[in-house]
């Protein structure tokens, strides 16, 4: 006959060709071999654990794991099948497995670790428990789905909890207030520091402006200087040019009057010889008119 298996459930098949036991969704079943059907859907365990400190302070640790089969690993299967499937997953047997399992393992840490350790490290504590039991479910096939520890409780007359949470507050008002002072502390002294830094940087500004002011005035003056040094120069030139112009002048009129006093010299000799020639000639005109006669 042909069988198959749910979504949450495996077949365990055994009897004729099959050496140990065969883990199936589906198959069909030979004569000669039987099969049993189990749940491999997770299973909510809910506990108290009982455990105590390294100074024997007793505490609980409230618990809620999620644990199933492995179902993506065929060996952790195949243990399951074999140890934990027989039994009902609903049943003590299965339950006090897995409670043993973590009951024996908180209290193995919690005795190695001070309950201050365990406070202060509450939730490192939390996951080395996991990680121990993982290791102790591991040879039956187990997994934890998930896990949630709730918060450490103390046993009553033992309110060491209690007193280190109080403690924890009254530490973290007090730094609080600390945290609270500390701030206004450095607003002050931010305030008078900016306060401080605005007033050197207008100071610097200020001197800043004002080697900046005398340096363009300095650069002005030399500027001015520089255009009357080149006007003076321009000045000297031309009055050299004038006087070097004035001078020529002076040599040429020199040269003219010179001329002028040749030319007047010539004209006068050339005047005279010309009278004389003139009166030359009426000497011998007269001469002439006075030996016809």
Request: proline share 3%; hydrophobic share 40%; glycine share 6%.
């Amino acid at each position: 006959m042909y069988r198959v298996a749910s979504a949450s459930e495996c077949l365990v098949i055994t009897g004729v060709g099959i050496p140990d036991i065969k883990i199936a969704k589906k198959a069909w079943i030979l004569p000669g071999q039987s099969y049993t059907v189990f749940d491999v859907s997770p299973v909510n365990y809910t506990f108290e654990v009982q455990a105590m400190s390294a100074e024997k302070l007793p505490f609980v640790l409230p618990a809620v794991f999620t644990i199933g089969p492995r179902v993506d690993d065929d060996a952790s299967l195949l243990k399951y099948a074999k140890l934990i499937s027989p039994h009902d997953k609903l049943s003590n047997h299965v339950k006090e497995l897995v409670q043993g399992i973590i009951e024996g393992e908180t209290r193995v840490l919690a005795a190695s670790m001070t309950m201050e350790e365990i406070f202060k490290g509450t939730k490192e504590f939390k996951q080395e428990v996991f990680e121990k039991v993982q290791l102790e479910l591991n040879q039956f096939g187990l997994l934890i789905y998930n896990a949630n520890v709730k918060q450490l409780v103390d046993v009553p007359g033992h309110e060491y909890f209690s007193y280190l949470g109080q403690k924890t507050q009254m530490e973290a008002a007090n730094q609080a207030k600390i945290d609270v002072a500390e701030a206004k502390m450095k607003g002050e002294i931010g305030a008078k520091l900016r306060e401080g830094q605005t007033l050197q940087n207008a100071a610097k500004i200020d001197a800043e402006t004002k080697i900046i002011s005398t340096q363009r005035q300095g650069e002005g003056t030399k500027e001015e200087i520089k255009v009357r040094t080149e006007v003076k120069v321009y000045e000297n030139q031309k009055e050299a040019e004038v006087a070097e112009a004035n001078a020529e002048l002076a040599k040429k009129k020199s040269g003219w009057a010179k001329e002028a006093e040749v030319a007047q010299v010539e004209a006068k000799k050339a005047v005279a010889l010309r009278d004389a020639e003139l009166q030359r000639q009426g000497y011998h005109f007269e001469f002439s008119i006075l030996f016809y006669v």
